[in-house]
Every structure is written in structure tokens, then in C-alpha cells.
């Protein structure tokens, strides 16, 4: 079975050590095995990545950017390779990992603007000839761990742009969708990027234990789950790196009576099911505002949802694939049950859905439970499935409370038509990333990607202004020259 | 004796509670006692701060700006009295206290500037219909711990601006520096400022740990010890807030072959031994490249020193006063005492300084010491007084890489006339704030205070443009608007 | 009768000249007289501000900050005075005069934050040991022409922030409102400005020439009617000075059919006829979509304006006062019945008003004209009196083909609830500052004031952003050190 | 002989016209010809342009950013065909033309980084309710006239910038150096810009005079001479255009006595007779401070100047290569012999320079004129070819006076090893581009470039932020919402 190993120093290598299957979600057969790296060779990573820096550092910007510039057309000429990868080993359909990839492509392009982003403030004349200035350097090595359900995003969130501020980087990426990272660093470099600037150590807590105690290290970013990310934030804090964690999210959307009940409908079916839910922007809740746009709602998505197909990544006429694992697809089932058991009414059922010719396949078709309410498990945590759940409310104000209550704050929407209810929304709700009648309100590249609460741990988001400030360190220089310089001593010297 | 107490919604208030004797350094006595808040007094500051809240974002950031304004015009006008107040309890002398001060008000002026500092970044047509724009939301209560150097400014790096940009704040100062806190409120007070968006509580570590545990906190900011520093920020941590902390620093100046001698002489007397040397940015290394400089330094220096005045903080011909404590005092002469025995030469001797009619003042006078090296605890520790040390090298490589293997990054400087020197050092040096021929290279209120390594734990630095990042968090919305509003509406309503 | 002179050098002047009589609108008569400047003493006080560029260059910006603070509270302080002499020679009331001020004064806040505000970019290592930055430097000696109907605000504009950028600036404001400049400026003294930095001349076209041809003079602010702009410009230009010349506006506010009507009509009343329309952001058209709408506008309009004030500035229960002269007393006047003439409704005529005990005063009513259409003539020119008109269509595209198709493009509105409508409208309106519900969108004080077309020449607008960008010009420095500096050097002199 | 046509609407076109030989200076033969577009055919380009304006203004900011990526890719792919296109008309050696086009490249990157540099500002909360904002809008259809002795430089940094903006394009290049431009169009076609958004004609003043007068063309873009960009500026103006102007120059470095003269001389052979010295920022005159470094000036460089190898564009070998026509060539030996008979040392003379099989080619040698003095005419005039003139003063002020009399401020350098000379240097002169130990200070791609005085006509500088500036309208919205919406509508439909 082929083994997917390291990227370390400019090559890919499989020293002996701990194997752990790689499933395809979409026929639930293990078909890969990937090495979890020890101590030592997260350590040599290290040391490597340690080495490349000086030089790396200190090339001039814009030709750090030339890197990005290169990666950016060969990501898009491998694309096929890339979404290939992400199929097999996450079970997403082309169609949504092509969407993913394009996401984390425009990251690479927001890194080629790195001499504009690097820029410093410059003030002239601070005091009588004093003036002062702040530089952006590069922090040295760091590091990012990343979730399966995004194999390329999320590293395409962190290593461009830290690679172009000038740092040297390790990714531990995670050990149930390992190859595209490795193919990814195989891309950076044929982009020209010298060998040890980027590295990937595939592995588990282990790998990822060495990287948060190494004093190397500078910087951490994780996404993942809460519990995790609270994990990693305070271990690297301890061990006095700067870091970022990104955890979980239960994602709301209010729909006003006033909205556009169709268009709302066809927004919540790929917020909702898109990737089997198991994004941290899935949007999981929706609270409607009224029995009679709630009766609406409920019946024009159960219509809707006849039509969305559940099935192995590799054919495009489906709309979502299969979930992670047995374990996860167990979980998953076992929320749908409890909303049950709870009270919720369990309008589409996908619990036992089976793919023809994929039978052991981890999949779960979509589903949707009305009248949830707040105290029930499926309400309070995390699902990261294809389940849609709806509460209804009698106002805005309720529905507001009801987000603000919760302890996630990733993302959140509203459907209206109306300016002040927007206005109104996105000033006072408690949540990060803010949708007006757009359901996945990732920021683009060019702005930041962070929530609120319990969702990240940090002070800065991810990628964005906030990227660049997380992967530099600021400098103040001020600066006075001694007045009795060559300038008056060449007119002493110099008498007519 | 006058018991200094606490200021809560609007209020100054001496409840019932511990006690703990205030000295006037200068003399060595205590004249005033200051209240020590209970956990209780801390919880009901923040819960009138968490009331402030509200209305306090919601008023609209010119607005909040006002406040500023006139705060500024306060402080200008009651300097007296402020700068008496801090040398009753420092000991400083009244123009270093008119410094600090000065300091202090341009933090003041750079938050009247809010309403440019809080905008957000807006991008049109992200997508197609598609806007998104940040907005930086204020965290909520804020709390700040301070220490006793900077009874007046360090308080100020931090409260304007986090009040500015929508906050509402606890101050916490040093218990053996108390009043300028209290006094300081009382100008806010009067500045317009509404009841309960500042307040402050005098206290001990009781008031600290409360401050770091309730969660209605949301920030901290410290400046102190940098044991201190790292236990405020770890605690902050794990309780879910954000924390800058400030710690302690070792700040060395590079005294290059080429540098005009005189001057880099007189620019060291003021920084080494200004305050005391009770400044995290005091420069307390010399390092000389060559002994031909280092023998000019060390013969000039000392000539020079021989005027140095120190004494009671309230005679303005002064050059500086007493330190904070008599334990601090014995500390310091201790430090000295062991730099002797390590193998240093005292070339002049504070210790057991007496000051007429002042005999119980917890003086030293202004020391020099010679051919100090790096194995010398009184090197390898931050001594917080009237020392200076100076270090030979051979090379400026040498030179920087002391600096480089120290534990701390604060400041740092180098007196030199050549410009390649200056960018070279710039650049490499592993400090955060760099000076040239700038012996105190404190950033200006417009940019950002903030040491590296063990000087500061946290990713962004205090006050200016990384201040503003720090007391707001970054929301970003993305808005689309349906297409069949009223507009086309009105279109086919109104057919001619 | 008083004489109004000039302010050259820190001094008022009054040498002997032209004299032009002053008006007080409100009663008619001329109760002053000012002092047209000659060519000489144009010149004068061109010398006097050019002698003081050069120190006042080099002062640290926040040292003239320092001064901008202080000019605030003195203006805050002398608010009535100010008040006053803007209502004895402009006529309008108290409340609105206030107005104008406090928008004046936020400027002069804006111009606070100057160190913030000329912050270059610095960017390192641009290329191997290259580091290049862009300093923002004064311009020198630069000019602002104002006009009558904001002698506080339009000035206050201009001078406080072209002089916290390091110029020295003369003013020439509008000689039929000229007392408030030579006030201004006698505070801007008294806040600490160095003599020569800021002078005011009084005069005709004889002093706007000179200021346009002297070579001395480096940029030129106006503000005035269009074809006066255009003059300003193109001579400004052809004599090799930065210009920007704001004219003149017809700015129009389209009311959608789900408009909150009331709400506009109160808007509108504030908007049409305070001032008396002699604002060039006076929303002097109203565009209403569908004859409902229209039909419930007019007749609301009708009925609140019946309880509008016109009267002496100096009641403070009048809501507006007298047109600046007799002369455009007259041609507004006219404009009215030529609408008439041309077949639109007079629904309230203001012609023909008379104020009791100021029979003298150039007093015009509010006035309302109906199904005013595009060919009219007072509908093509800027009538510049309280005179509302409406147009009706019947779709939101007729509407906005409407304004696009202007001469001007100062200002506009949309009132809606509608986010789509206000998008689309704030997307593809070829005005420079649009309101959505809001029917006077001039910008704060920390944005920047600007129209389109014919009501702006030149690239950058007033104010804010644009303003520091056009009162600076760029200099960008590369900066290379030779290598075998005395860094080198001194490891080569001192080898162990 | 081949024709060289115009690039309209995605198509290349040679209508009937005007033709005009186009030499290649090498050989001193005309090799092709131009055709000098009609005023019909600019009027047509015009049109087509304007037509294509909408639908690129409206396609997303990112979707715009994704033509420049490929263009940059093709630009670098196809490099060899333009530097043979500019060593044809232009003559430049293929190592200088390549460098032409890489600096050109940097600014297609920068353009690259449109979703970051289109950002407005956004400011919550401006008053109760109320959020303004600004967007940088296109201008709709502008131009660029572009001069020959940068045929792929100059354009780039117009055209990539402006139609990354949201604008469409008409580019009028050098009827001296056509082909480049109709290259680069292709290229930009191939990498997927839409036809019409840039239009490339060829022509004369015709050409030049119907851009200037078309009212649909909002911006023009010129590089050239001062007369000609004092023209272009004022008749751009008077028809309501904005414009940026490039002219002339006169660059002075400053020789102090403590420069590193061998790296002064190595910097100064490139910067005086690279492109022949046919380089707006070629450095053409040296000022030595003190006979001393003069004397070693002279001589090193009379050394230096005899290994310098003119000849023709196509041998790589050569340092640098013709002028650009023979009347040219005629006027540069005059400037020589002029200055020799005005008392100057003609210490290398490069006239009557032969190059073997090329002697019909327009070449002049490596000139070095010594003992200049300000008022001969070779130093009053720009010579634009391959001579270097050096003047002598006792005082860098003599020197920096010299420099700052000059009618020209568009780059200067200092070569000096003292920081304080150095800043002193920067901070006084008065000249837009300043180059410490740089001869060169061309800014980088992501600052801005632009001379002073008579050097540039126009507020903004070209390409960077101020191009972005330039190339854009700024509108401001200021936004309400009535507050009786939806969402109270809700509440009180929906009562408990």
C-alpha cells in the first residue's frame, strides 16, 4: 500500500516508523498509509527550517513574492491533481473541491502583494531631527496544523503568506487527508522556493506536541476543533509562541419575513449540505422569524431536498459525499436521534442512507429537524454533518439573543431586504463574519478570516491584513545622526 | 494618615478594608495608606463597567473623541498637581515627572485621533453584487495593571485609546503609587467622561487575580516584572482574554569607533541614570568596540558624573532621586557589591549615599562599572537603578551578539556616524526598539511600544497603531442584497 | 463705519485702499466697510509667509499639532463671537451658524492628528541591502479663495490642515463676509502660531490674481460657482500651482415608492431650506418615483412648510434668514417665475416676503415648485435660494438618468428602505457624495468633501485623506550603504 | 516595408493613412513604418473604448486582478521578442531592454494586487445610526502618451494600473518605437482581457490632439519632454481632464569627500551612459565637493571610460547603444562642443564616434566634460545622451544650492558613507526622487515615481499608491436607515 510520507528540505522522504491508514470516505476502504513522524523527525524539520531562514529572510521581498507568483500557475495548471486528492481522501465531489482549492489560490495571490503588505510607517521630524520608522520582520520558524476537511485551504490561509513575510514553515497537516500537502510543497519547489523554507511533517499528537514545546518554533496556527484549539493556543502560549487556534462554530441564519423566501432556500441547501456540512462555515441553524415564514421554509427545502445527491466523490453529479469516517458518520447519526428523542421534528431523515455500488461508504444523506430548541445536544454542539436545523422565533430581537447565547461566534447570516434590519444585525450580533443574504460569509482573501467567543483563540485573524500582522514582528526605529558631521566639516575643510 | 481609596462609577470611594502603607521615597516615611480592594470591590468595578458598556459603543466615535480633547486640556492644566503626586510616591524630580507626563498627554492626543484610527477597510464588489467591509468593535470591559515607575504615563499608554475606541476600562495601579490613578480619574470625570466607563481599583494581588478570572474582562494589559508578565499573561490566557503583558529588559548601547564621543557621553547620563534608572527603557550596557573608545567612555563618564545630583524629588536641581523601597535600595547596592566580587572594576560608587536632611531616603547614587562580562549576575539581571555597566568588545559582531543571547529585547542603541553600521544593526539586531544615536528610543505615541523576546509576551505591542488592534476586535461583513427589490418593482409597477 | 483690513505677519492691517461696503442681510443695511487688497500688499504678506515656511517646516509636526489642539478650544471658547459676525454678514440664524462651525471645528480636530495623518511608507530591503520610503513634505506657501455662504467652515476646511502639514497659507475669503477670517486668524495667534504662518487678505479680483500669478504661491484651495472654478483652475494650472476649485451643485433626492415619507419630508425641509438654500450641498431637487409618492410628498411639504420662519439672524426662533444681496434676492425671484412661466406649479411662493421691522432685508420665502421638468431653466442652473422643486418619474432608472445626466455632480439622496435600491443607486450615481437617507451626505470631517463633473476640478478632493494628499507633495528616498563601513572596519582594526 | 497598424477592439488594424518611416539607430536605416492614426481612427478606439467601460467596471475587483497575473506570466515568457522589438526602433542593448522590461513587470504584479489597493475606508457609527464610507470608483475611458525611450517600460507602468482600476485604456506610444506596444496588446488579449478595454494607436499630434480634446476621455497619462508635458498638461486641463505630465530633468549627484569613490565611479558609468544617458532619471551631472575627490573622480573615470564599448543593440557585449535619431545625434555633439568652447574640459569626447559595419548609425561615445559651470548651456539644458558632466564646489550647501536652482527636480543622488549627511541631504532638497548612494532612485513599483518643478505637471505621482489615486474617482456614502423597519415591524406583529 503506498505510503504517504515527509517533504522535508526540498524532499519528499519515508523513514522508517509508525503507519496509520488513509481511508477513501466515498468506499470506506483503507487505501493509503501515512507515516506519523517521530520526535526526531519533527526535530530535523526544525533544524532544517531553522537554517533556511537567514537567507530566506533576507531576500529582497519581491523576490520572495516571485515564489507566490509561480506557485499560483502552477496551482492552477495541477489543479485536477490537487482536487484528485482532496476526493480520495476527504470525500468532498470535485465541484466544491475545485471551490476550495480557488479559495486557497487567492491566498497565494493576496501573498504576492507582500511588498505592499510589508510595508512600515515612516514619520519625518518625531523631535528636531529625530525621524522614526517600524519594520514588519519575519518571526523565523513557524508552524501550522491543519484539519481534514480543507486539505488545501487552510495551509493555502497560512504558509503563503507567513513564506512571504519571509518566515521558514513547518506543516503538520491532518493525518486522515495527508497528500495534498505533500503535493503541494512538491509545487512550491518547482516554483523556485528553496529547499528547507517549506517542510511537511505528516504525524499525530506526537508531531504535533514536538512542534508546541520546541522553543524554535515561533508561531502557531491551528484550525480545528474547540477543544483542540484551546489545547494548542495555551501549550504554544506556555511555551512563549504567538498563536492563533481556530475551533468550532454553529452557524445561525435568521430569515425575516421580509426576505426572499426562494433565493433563501437555495442559499441554505449549499451552506447547509455543501460538504457534508463539515465545514466550520457550514450553516447548520436557521432561526426564521415567524410561524409563517418558518412553514414556508421548512416545506420549500424538504421539497428542494429531494433532488440533492449523496454519493462517491469521483462522480460530478453529486452533490455532496461521504463524511470522514464510520466513527464520525456514527456521531453524526447518533445527533439526528437524540433531536428526536428531544422532541425535534425529524422532517428529512438521512440517517441509513446507502450509496449503490459504495455501500460501506461513511455516508449520511440530508436532513432536516424543525423545532429545535436550545436545550437540546443537537442545538448545543457542533454537528459537522449534512443536518439542517431549524428553530423558530416570534422576533428579531429573539433570534439575536439566541446567537449571542451561544458560545460559538464563527459566522452568522441574515435574509432580508430591509437596510436597517442588516445594519442593525450585523452591528450588535456577537459573531465574527457577518452574512447579509450571503450564507458563508468567508472573507475573501484580501480580508480576514476569524470568529468570535469560543470560535479562535488569538488576537489576530487568519490570513488578510491580520495574516501579515500575525507572521511579523514590529521594529520601531528612531534615529538621530550627530549634527558635527562630514557635511559642516567638508565647509570647514573647505574654505574659499 | 490620608488612606487613598478606590474610584468607581464616577465616584472615589473608601470602603472598609486592608491597608497598606504609601512611602514618600524621598524621605523614607510613609505619609498615606492605600485601601486594598477585596475580590467583592473588584466585581463591582466590572459590573459597573459592564453597565457603562453599552452606551458607551453606541455613542458615536467623534463623540467618544471629545472626551480626549478635553482630558488633554486637563491634564495640561493641572500638570502641578500630578507631578507632585508622583513624586511624593516615586521620588522622582519634578522635570522628569513634567517628562513622563508629557509622554503620557500624547498618548492622550493620538486617541483624539479615533475617529481615523477605528476605520475599517471596505472593498465594492468582492463578487459580483457582493461588498464586504471590516469593522474593529470594541472588546467590551477592559482592565490595565500598571506600575510604580510610571505612576502617570503607563496608565495613559493605555486607557485613552482603549476607551476611545468604545471600551470600558479598570485601572489598576501600583499600591505604592496610588494617587495619580485617582487623581487622573477625577480629570476624566470632569472631562465629560460618563460615570463607570473608567475606574480604578487600588489593590494587591487579591485585585489582580480577580481582575484575571472574572470573565466579564476581556483584555489585559500589564506592564512590570517580566515573572510578572509572563504569570499575568499565561492566567489571562487561560481565562479566555486577550493580554499584553510588559516585562522586565536589559538595555545595551553599541558605542561604535566612529562615534562623536561627547555627545554619546552626554546622551548616556540622562538615560542611564535619569529616574534613577527606574525605566524599562533605561540604558543600563554599554558595550564599546575597541578599547581606545572604551577608555575615552569610561574616563569621560566619569569626569562627567561627578555633577550628578541626586535628592529629595521635590528640588528641581536635582538630577535624580531616591529609589522605590529600601528593599529595592539594598538590592540594588547588592547587585553592585557582587559585580565587584565577580571581578568588575566600581570605577565610581553610589552605595551608601547619604542625602542632607534626608538621611531615611532610600538613595544610591549614580555607579559606574568597568570591565563587567557576560557571566556576572549584575549582568544578567535587570537591576531597576542608578548603574551603569560597561562591556568591551572587539568587533560590532561581537557587540551584537550580546545583545542577540540576552534574555531580553526592549530597547537598544548604537552611536555611530556611519550609515551602513546603523542599517546593519537595524536590521539584525533581536530587539524591538532601536535606537540610533538614540540612547531611549521609546516610540512616540503614534507608533508602538513593545520589546521582543522575554520583554513582552502577547503578538501586539502597546499603544498607537497596535494599540488600536488590541482593544478592538476585527468583524467582517459580507453583504449582498436579492435583485428583485423594490427598484425593479418600481419598474414594473409604473409601466408608461 | 468700521473697517475690515487684513491679518499679515501676526498683525491686523488696515492700510489705506479700496473700500467695499459690507452688508447686514438681515436688515439691508451696510454697516461695514472692507479693504480691498492691493497687488503690493498681496504681495506683502506672500513675502511674510514665504520668510516663515522655512521654521515653520521644521517644527516638529507634533509641535504643530500642539497648536490645532489649542486653536480648538479657543474656537470652542469664542464660539459666539463667531457665530455673530457669521450672522451680521451672512444672515443666517444662530443655530445654523453654530452649525457651520462645529463642522468647522472637526477639521481642525482632523488636522490633531497630523503625526498619524503624514506617515510615509517605508519598505526594507527593496532590493539586496536596499531600503526605500516616501516622506509627505509641505508645499510652502499655498492659498485659499472662500466664499460667502460658510465664512467659518469653508476656511476652517482649507487653513488648519494645510498648516499642520508644515505650509504657510494666506487666505482670501469672500469680501462681502470678511470679518470672520481676520477673527480666526486672531485666535489662531493666540493658540500659539507662529507669526507669518497664517494670513488673511481681504479683496477683490485684483487679490485673487495676484495669488494666482505670484510663483510663490504653490497650490490654491477654492470654493465658489463654477465658472469661477474653472477660472481658478485653469490659472492656477497655467502659473504652475496644485489647484482643486469646488463649484457649484444641483443636488437631487429621489424618494422610491417604500420610502418612510414623513421621514423624508422632514429630512427635505431641513435640507431645501436651511441656509436659505445657499449651501452647495442643498438638496434643491426632489425626484419622486411614481405619482403616489409625489402627490403624498407635495402635499406634506405643503402643509409643514407653512410653519417655517424666515426672519433676522438674530432670532433665534427663525428656522432661516435673508439671501446674501439684493441682487440675488432678485434672481432667485426670477428663477420662481420663470418656472411658472414655463409651466410648472408654484405649490408655496416665497416671492415677494416681507419680515416685519426688516423690510430692507433680502428676504425670500420657502418655496415649493411642482412638475418642474429637465428643460426648465431653473432646473438647469443653481438657484442657490430656499426653492424646492419636484420632478416626477416613474422608474428608479429615469430617476438616476436624471442626475447622471447634470452638469454637476455634488451631492444626492435616495430615501428607501430598500438595501438593493440603495446599492445599486450608491453603485452607479455619477455624484461624488451620496446619502442614503440622509439628505446633506456631506462627509465627516475624516473623510474627505468632493464632487463630480462640473462641481470640482482637480484629482484630489477637500479635506480629510485627499487634503493632507493635496496640501503634501511626495518624496521618495533609496537608500543604499556602501559596504566596508566602519563596521567592517572595526573588525579588521581589532582581530583578538 | 512592414507596416506598423493600431490595436483596436481586440483586433489589429492598419486602415489607409499616414505613414511614417520608423528607424532602427543601430544601422541608422529605415526598417518600418507607422501609420499615423486619423482622427477618425482615435475617435473609433475612443468609442470602442467607452463601449467596453461598463461591463469591466462591474466584473469583480479579483476577476480584473487575474488578467494581470497571466499578462505578467506572458510578459516573462515572451520577453526575448520585446527586448528584440525595443533594440529595433530604440537601439538599447538587449541586457539594458531586458531590464526595461522587468521594472515594467513590477508594475503589472502591482497591479496584480488590485483587491488590496481599491479599499475604501469605513467608518461605523460617523453619528447615532449613520456609517459613511468611500470607494475608489474608475474613471471611465483614459489614455496614456508614452515616450521611445522606454517603449515597454513607461507604458507599464500606465496601462496595467488603470485597467486594473475598473478603467479602459488608449495607449498612443512613440511613433519612433511602435511595435512594443501592439506586442503588449496581443499579450493581453492572450491572457483574456476583453476587447476594447485597451486600445493601442499609433500616431502624431493628430493622435495626441484629438485624446486631449474628446470629452469622453477623463485622464491622461503623458512621459516626454517638459514643453511638450507643460502642453499636454494644459490643454488636458482645459478640457476637463485629469493629467499627470512627466518631463525633463537634470539629475546631480552630489561626490562628498568621505564617499567610497570606487563604488561611486563603478555606480556613476552606469547611471550616466546606460541607455546613452536617453534615460529621464540618467544622471548627468556630478557635483564634487572639494578639488580633492573631483581630481579623483575625473581620473578614475576618464580610466574607467575607456573600457566602455558603444555599438549595436544586437551584441550584448556592447555597454550601451545609439541615440535615437540622427538630428539627435547632431544635438548632443553641439551640447559638447558648446561647453568646450563655453571653457569646459573635455576630458573623454565621444563625438564623431564610429562603430565598424555600422557606420550609418546614430552613435556618440562616452563623453566626460569636467570644470562645468551653472551657466553654460550644456548644463541649463537636459543633453539626453551619453555625456557626463561634473561641476566643482567647496560645500555640500554650494552643492545642494546648485541642484535646488535648477528649473528640474526629478532625481539626485548623494554618495556619502555619514548618516547625517545623508538625511540633511533628503530632508532639504528639492527633488521628488532622492537616492542616497543610489544613482538611480527609481522608485520601486510599489511607491510612486515623479520629479518636482518643471519634472512633473500634477498633484499624483505615477504608478504605485499615487497611480492607484489617479486612476480613480473618490465617492463618499453616508448611510442611514430609517429605524421603523422590518425589524420592530416584526416585534410587533408577533406578540407574545
Known sequence: MKVVGHFINGETCIPEGRLQDVFNPSTGQAEKQVLLASEFTVKDAITVAQSAFSAW?????NKRAQVMFRFKALLEEHADTIIELIGQEHGKIAHDAAGELQRGIEN????????????????????????????FQPLGVVAGITPFNFPAMVPLWMFPLAIACGNT????????APSCAIYLASLLKQAGLPDGVFNVVNGDKVAVDTLLCDERINAVSFVGSTPVAE????????????????GGAKNHAIVMPDADVDNAVNQLLGAAFGSSGERCMALSVVVAVGDKIADQLVDKLQTAMLDLKVGAFDNPENDFGPLISKAHQNKVEGH?????????????????????????????????IDRVTPDM??????????????????SMQAAMALINAHEYGNGTCIFTRDGEAARYF?????????????????PVAYHSFGGWKRSLFGDLHAYGPDGVRFYTKRKTITQRWPSSGVREGVSFSFPS
Open 57 to 61: 529572510r533576507n531576500t529582497p521581498v
Open 377 to 394: 445536544d443537537s442545538y448545543k454542539e457542533e454537528i459537522f454533518g449534512p443536518v439542517l436545523q431549524v428553530l423558530r422565533v416570534e
Open 426 to 442: 450585523s452591528d450588535h450580533i456577537e459573531v465574527g463574519m457577518v452574512g447579509i443574504n450571503v450564507p458563508l460569509p468567508v
Open 169 to 176: 514553515f513547518i506543516l503538520k497537516p491532518s493525518e486522515r
Open 231 to 246: 489545547y494548542i493556543y495555551a501549550t504554544a502560549n506556555q511555551n512563549g509562541k504567538r498563536c492563533q487556534a481556530l
Open 108 to 135: 497565494v495571490e493576496y501573498a504576492c502583494g507582500a511588498p505592499q503588505l510589508l510595508k512600515g510607517e515612516h514619520s519625518k521630524n518625531v523631535g528636531p531631527g529625530i525621524d522614526a520608522w517600524s519594520e
Open 336 to 368: 439526528i436521534t437524540h433531536a428526536g428523542q428531544q422532541g425535534a421534528a425529524i422532517v428529512v431523515d438521512g440517517r441509513g442512507t446507502s450509496v449503490a455500488d459504495h455501500e460501506q461508504g461513511f455516508y449520511v444523506g440530508a436532513t432536516l
